[in-house]
């Protein structure tokens, strides 16, 4: 099986998963529902009579201090270029996101695509919670995935919370990726600058 079909296979089967997660389930308990998802709503950037489409990030695990240190490593010593190299190295997916399909398109088109998450983590501020997700994917929510680039293509994914437990989150490529030392995080530079990709983000009961 080559590298592409197996993470096709992965980003399906955790598809999956996030569908048993989101259907109704009165008799699983908090033991049995180990990941932790959260709901969001992306603005199209075409037409304006769209309204937001719901986006789904579901995180089966939290970056370890290895992985993090990983990462930090790969972009302070070999640049922005190392980025995806070290996301692949992780070998193991830390979830998926659910994003839009093609609006205006019929059901089939309007079908949600899943995404490897390769990394993700999150740190307390003084301003809040922040997660910061990262991909080997194009990301531009609200923008239809068919015209997304197929090839692989670090985007990280900054989402910052309020006290009130909502947050905005905007995307970076590799080159506007920055190591923060008082978080000692990864994070979006310039983040105040970047456009809003995800708003109304909130955690989701499970």
């Not at 501020?125 to 090839?151: C, K, M």
């Amino acid at each position: 099986m080559n590298f592409i079909s197996f993470r096709t296979l992965v980003a399906t089967g955790c598809a999956a998963i996030v569908c048993l997660l989101v259907s109704p389930n009165p008799s699983a308990t908090v033991a049995d529902r180990p990941f932790q998802r959260f709901i969001a709503m992306a603005p199209f950037d075409g037409d304006p009579g769209s309204g937001p489409a719901r986006v789904d990030i579901v995180v089966e695990r939290w970056a370890s201090s290895k992985d993090r240190e990983d990462l930090q490593d790969a972009l302070t010593r070999r640049g922005p270029e190392a980025l995806l190299p070290g996301l692949h190295a992780m070998h193991r997916p830390s979830g998926v996101l659910l994003v839009p399909g093609i609006p205006n398109g019929g059901a089939r088109a309007l079908t949600r695509h899943p995404t490897n998450v390769w990394f993700a983590d999150q740190v307390e501020t003084p301003a809040g919670r922040q997660i910061v997700i990262a991909t080997d994917h194009y990301l531009a929510f609200g923008e239809p995935t068919v015209n997304w680039p197929s090839d692989y293509k670090f985007s990280l994914l900054d989402i910052r919370f309020t006290a009130e437990g909502t947050g905005i989150g905007k995307v970076a490529p590799a080159v506007n990726v920055a190591y923060n030392k008082k978080t000692n995080a990864i994070e979006a530079a310039n983040y105040d600058t970047l456009p809003v990709r995800l708003i109304e983000v909130k955690p989701a009961k499970m």
